[in-house]
């Protein structure tokens, strides 16, 4: 007979002290199998996806740092400087904003990072903070206060090795291609350096042209327009002007290998100005004067087609990451400016902006190559259906609903995009993962996302969803490097 639950019968004591940290195996955690709970999953990864190289086509990389190949001094510069993911969540553990973005001792920052650590078990910093020690410095210690001393000792010890520059880590980890984000002023000296450097990944600056649709603040546009002018030989006094400066600087950018624009927004417009209500705006904004909501709104909606169709001119793909509500802690913007990790999820409906502007330029015939980014993962399934309404052309893969994107970039955020993706789109033709990253540590989330997906179709097969086939060895080569290589034409 089963037994009764007796209601009356007290729990004996937890013993706290009952556990000996000598018994544990630090090697067991993040093992060979990390994820891969099937047979299926471990082969589809040990034998495919962990041999293909990295083609990073968005990211957030130093252009300078690759081109001088730095070599960093301790592991505050490679690891902390610049992550505000590691930021916020040493602000959520309250930790003093010195030992974020302040000026106090490396030393110092680390120790308040370690502190952190602990209180970040179940937040995907946890899983890649210790993969990142493991893989660059093959330390398997668990980061705390308590051990901060030795990892510091030892990670410092190996970055002074020779082969620990940025060019050495991008060799070691088999990074073949690395799109920066740059604006479209910007003189691309260090990616013409790179160019005819040694440097083991081809690096490629994206277009970037978020700050000529920033008509909100007259002061700041003009500064930039007048930047953007000095870039392309020209004052940009008029609208023409300026898009035949976008157009020159989009063809400086092709030839130091730039594929794909990018565009930060919160969302797409659903307005779009012709061309006479266009150039009035501009006019208004160039001489100082502001324009309402509706103005600004319709110019930015010219402007972006405008963009799509120098992206369909010169093959190139379009990048749209909609949904961030950023720089929301005004005392922290103000005192600190942007990227500091104050930024949020928008709740803002995406779907009219994305058919207003995406039926636009298919109604010219001028829709590039898309990558649809989504921020709120309430609105996978529309992103999802909006991108396999505009498949057309006869190109495979034309239109992506892209990775999980900056909050949800981490296995939660990643599954929802791929189920979402798989069920409503192609999967054999997505063009995988992305770093999209300020930090040279980002690497392994690479080998994170390789292990979810050899994860999900080894489920999959268990569950009898999917036969135990050859094409699944494809699909994993596929989505990890070829497809990223063919989509955005990269010569690797």
Not at 175 to 193: M, N, Q, S
Not at 383 to 412: C, H, I, R, Y
Request: hydrophobic content about 35%; aromatic content about 10%.
């Amino acid at each position: 007979m089963p037994r009764r639950l007796c209601l009356g019968t007290r729990a004996p004591p937890c013993r706290l002290n009952s556990f000996n940290l000598s018994d544990y195996d630090p090697m067991a955690y993040l093992d060979d199998n990390f994820l891969l709970n099937t047979s299926t999953a471990q082969k589809l990864f040990h034998e495919v996806a962990a041999h293909q190289p990295i083609i990073d086509y968005h990211c957030h990389l130093s252009p300078r740092d690759l081109a001088e190949n730095r070599h960093y001094h301790n592991l505050t510069e490679i690891w902390l400087e610049g992550d505000h993911y590691k930021w916020r969540a040493m602000r959520a553990n309250g930790e003093p904003e010195k030992y974020c973005t302040g000026d106090e001792d490396p030393r110092e920052k680390f120790q308040a990072f370690a502190r952190t650590v602990p209180y970040t078990m179940r937040n995907p910093l946890y899983n890649w903070t210790h993969l990142e020690l493991k893989r660059y410095f093959g330390i398997h210690k668990i980061l705390n206060a308590d051990t901060a001393q030795e990892v510091w000792d030892e990670a410092n010890q190996k970055l002074r090795q020779k082969n620990m520059t940025t060019w050495g880590i991008l060799e070691r980890f088999r990074v073949k291609v690395i799109g920066t984000t740059d604006d479209p002023c910007d003189d691309l000296h260090y990616h013409k350096r790179l160019k005819d450097s040694d440097c083991p990944a081809k690096v490629v600056p994206s277009f970037r042209p978020d700050k000529a649709m920033q008509l909100h603040d007259p002061k700041a546009w003009n500064l930039w327009m007048d930047n953007l002018g000095k870039a392309a030989g020209n004052d940009c006094a008029t609208l023409e002007q300026m898009l035949e400066a976008l157009d020159q600087r989009h063809g400086a950018f092709h030839q130091m290998g730039g594929r794909a624009s990018d565009h930060g927004l919160e969302s797409l417009p659903t307005k779009i100005a012709e061309t006479g209500e266009a150039e009035r705006i501009f006019e208004a904004v160039r001489s100082g004067r502001h324009v309402n909501a509706h103005e600004q709104e319709a110019f930015n909606g010219f402007l972006l087609c405008f963009i799509g169709e120098l992206n369909k001119k010169r093959k190139w793909a379009m990048q749209y990451h909609l949904g961030a509500l950023r720089n929301v802690n005004k005392g922290l913007f103000d005192k600190l400016g942007p990227d500091v990790g104050v930024d949020s999820i928008s709740d803002k409906q995406q779907i009219e902006g994305l058919a207003t502007i995406l039926g636009e330029l298919s109604r010219r015939q001028q829709l590039p190559k898309t990558i649809l980014y989504n921020l709120n993962p309430a609105q996978n399934y529309a992103f999802a259906t909006m991108a396999t309404n505009f498949a057309e052309g006869g190109v495979p893969g034309k239109m992506q609903f892209g990775s999980g994107w900056w909050f949800l970039d981490q296995l939660e955020g990643m599954n929802w995009q791929l189920n979402a993706l798989s069920n409503l789109g192609l999967l054999r033709r997505f063009v995988g993962m992305l770093t999209d990253s300020r930090s040279l540590m980002s690497y392994c989330r690479h080998e994170y996302f390789r292990r979810l997906l050899c994860k999900l179709l080894g489920d999959d097969v268990q569950a009898g969803l999917l036969p135990d086939a050859p094409e699944l060895r494809s699909l994993v080569q596929e989505v990890c490097f070829q497809n990223a290589r063919h989509y955005f034409g990269f010569d690797v």
